[in-house]
């Protein structure tokens, strides 16, 4: 719960309360982190990833990077309290003034907690929870069909971003593999912890009035499209 939390939020932004709160929710490979760049760039608010967070926190060597690194350095989870505190920090900064979209965060229920605890702070809310919807089967065919490139960073598709040359990377011509992460029995681990730990936060917003739902099986123009008619209702 958000008591047992040791994170204090006395800090309030400069100028106007933020305007346009928003949470991108939804499972691994569902686009979330795809549609929450592109919302950012509409409304030109920040995009904030947790994993953006974690590795610039490690890079600039912050008491709350050291943390947090040596929780990933044994290849454990970041604690709730560390990862509330680095979004925190985060929010901070004055370019979230009029707004943000938080992707990746929160993942559980005290993270959302201590995520309204924060907002509440400055009289602030979470004014949209979006859930990219994308059936599971969906997902494993997404992920499990991914290569890349180690050496240059590009990725493909065996059914929807073919190489020209199977297994040859366009760019740089070095082998394209199948990173650990998109093997069929690694997204099917991912995707039952997503079930049992994420998933709950689609109720939880719901119950606050705030959840809204897109076809995430569509072309990723036609996502955006309808998550802006949601937004601009």
């Not at 943390?67 to 979230?96: I, N, S």
Request: glycine letters at 8%; hydrophobic letters at 40%.
């Amino acid at each position: 719960m958000v008591a047992d939390l040791d994170i204090r939020f006395d800090w309030v932004f400069e100028g106007d309360n933020v305007e346009m709160k928003i949470i991108m929710l939804g499972s691994p490979g569902a686009g979330k982190g795809t549609q929450a760049k592109r919302i950012a760039e509409k409304y030109s608010i920040p995009h904030i990833s947790t994993g953006d967070i974690f590795r610039a926190n490690i890079k600039n060597d912050t008491e709350l990077g050291k943390k947090a690194k040596t929780y990933m350095d044994q290849g454990l989870l970041v604690p709730d309290e560390l990862v509330v505190a680095l979004v925190v920090d985060r929010l901070k900064q004055g370019d979230c003034s009029n707004g943000c979209v938080l992707d990746g965060f929160p993942r559980t229920i005290p993270q959302a907690e201590a995520l309204d605890a924060a907002l509440k702070a400055i009289n602030g809310r979470v004014d949209y929870a979006v859930n990219v919807e994308v059936p599971d089967a969906n997902i494993v065919e997404r992920m499990s069909g991914r290569r890349a490139c180690l050496n240059c960073g590009a990725t493909f598709h065996l059914k929807h971003i073919p190489a020209k040359v199977e297994g040859i990377c366009d760019v740089c011509g070095a082998e394209l593999v199948l990173r650990d992460d998109d093997k069929t029995e690694t997204v099917l681990k991912r995707l039952k912890v997503y079930h049992d730990q994420t998933q709950p936060l689609i109720d939880y917003y719901t119950k606050q009035g705030v959840l809204v739902e897109v076809d995430g099986t569509k072309d990723k123009s036609e996502v955006f499209e309808a998550i802006i008619n949601i937004l601009e209702q």
